[in-house]
């Protein structure tokens, strides 16, 4: 069920404040003629766009005015368009269209650029979940070998961006590593949750 975000005051739409804690969200589709079925008001005839929140990695709608052009997989801040926006709604990942779960695994290959640092500091501050198992673990791929020569480059300097990473560990594709652990988190099922908040 979608959870709404928007709202109107005294007959005129407008964006609540606590939207501007969107902040920035990169396309995941967009519909020029809207997505509507029913066509039941005259917002069901307004673009709307599917998108996915850079920070928090969640999805939403946004109906906008017309005139606004919106490309797929164009980044844009919510509180910029504060002006053409008619509504904001929060959706799952399983009300996302076919055309956006297949745009999702490049998209969030652009968050994960785009937030590097925030990666950095993980790979540099990650620690054991229980005797047995370590947050690292976790990223497809890390096993034991792979864990420890992590843990032993980190100890000697810590990490500063992704090419070092990958230069001092021999895990060529970082951004490949932490893509697939988010789109697992984002499906659903995984014990523990590094990056998605629960829903």
Known sequence: MKKQVEG????????????QGIGKVLVLDYYPQGKSLSRK????????TVVISVNQMKFYDIILNRGKDIQIGQLFNVSELKSKIIKINRIGFNELSDSAVETLPEI????????????????NNSRPLTTQ????QLLPGIGNKRLWQILDARRKIEFKDFDDFAERTGISDPIGLFSNRILQEIQGGEKYQLFIKKQ
């Open 133 to 136: 198992m370590h947050q690292l």
């Open 108 to 123: 969030i290959k652009k968050i994960v650029t785009l937030s590097e640092t925030r990666f950095i500091n993980f790979l």
């Open 41 to 48: 008001s005259a917002e069901d005839f307004n673009p709307l």
């Open 8 to 19: 109107s005051k005294k007959g005129k739409k407008y964006p609540p404040k606590h939207k």
